[in-house]
């Protein structure tokens, strides 16, 4: 089997880099065939050239994400030489910003790769949200680090998806009159749990708009008939009451992005200001 080996080189953890990597050799047939070995903290022009030594007997591609300019210069020179690939992920980045900006970037290593991981967090719970909105699938709860619990159109699933973007792992569960609480939801960090509540008046007014938009009549729809809304309201304050240490907000003339903040305060306190 033919082996195509990729050297990545870092200044830092290179974890960026082999992320980059790996996404663009799915895009080719042969992908699964090719190695890649990362060498991390590449500081000196010592450490590269013992590393282009080595990527000169494999024939390897060389892909870096080395900030230094210095650094990079030499490395595109020896390379040259050397007549090795290779592929500078942000180079051309750092010098088209830098002379946008009119800046000279820090080059301090390591800076992408915590960038890198806030996107890849965030991408990483917007697709958790995806998959277990709704309650539609309760296998997620233990990696969840917030579940939403309310009635429908408490804005469970907008607010979900809006921590996701902030990087957290959000699942939301329906409260139905007569449909028995999830069991797994007492298996998991109370401390984790937070109810959405909201007054009679104002979930109603949500519920019509909702209907009149799917072109139903809501008039004879207990769905948003009001004896029906309030009988609805009254177990899930039963429910709230049985769980006292799920915090309970009520979403009521608040904002997404207030809400989002009321229950990041509630699930992490003192531990989010830090």
Not at 35 to 50: G, I, P, S, Y
Not at 76 to 82: F, G, Q
Request: charged share 30%; with cysteine.
């Amino acid at each position: 089997m033919i082996r195509h080996p990729i050297y990545i080189l870092s200044g830092g953890s290179g974890e960026t880099a082999m992320r980059m990597v790996a996404a663009a050799l799915t895009q080719f047939h042969s992908g699964d065939e090719s190695v890649m070995r990362r060498f991390q903290n590449v500081r000196t022009l010592d450490d590269m050239e013992r590393i282009l030594q080595l990527a000169a007997e494999k024939r390897a591609v060389i892909v870096h994400t080395i900030v230094s300019r210095e650094q990079r210069i030499y490395l595109d020179r020896r390379c040259a030489e050397l007549r090795l690939t290779q592929v500078d992920l942000f180079g051309d980045l750092l010098d088209t910003l830098g002379l946008y900006l009119r800046e000279s970037p820090d080059e301090r290593p390591g800076l992408f790769h915590a960038v890198g991981d806030r996107y890849f967090k965030r991408i990483d719970a917007i697709e958790f949200a995806l998959k277990y909105d709704d309650g539609a699938d309760l296998s997620g709860l233990p990696d969840a680090d917030i579940v939403l619990v309310g009635l429908s159109r408490t804005s469970k699933t907008p607010l979900s998806m809006y921590l996701a973007m902030e990087g957290h792992r959000v699942m939301n569960v329906p409260l139905v009159p007569g449909v028995p609480l999830p069991k797994e939801l007492e298996e998991i960090p109370q401390g984790r749990i937070v109810g959405l509540t909201i007054e009679p008046d104002r979930l109603q007014e949500i519920r019509l708009n909702r209907l009149a938009r799917l072109g139903a009549k809501g008039s004879a729809d207990s769905y948003s008939d009001m004896g029906h809304i309030l009988e609805e309201l009254n177990y899930a304050e039963g429910i709230f009451k049985q769980h006292r240490r799920w915090p309970v907000i009520d979403v009521t003339g608040r904002s997404i992005e207030e809400t989002a903040g009321l229950v990041l305060d509630r699930v992490f306190g003192k531990e989010r200001a830090v």
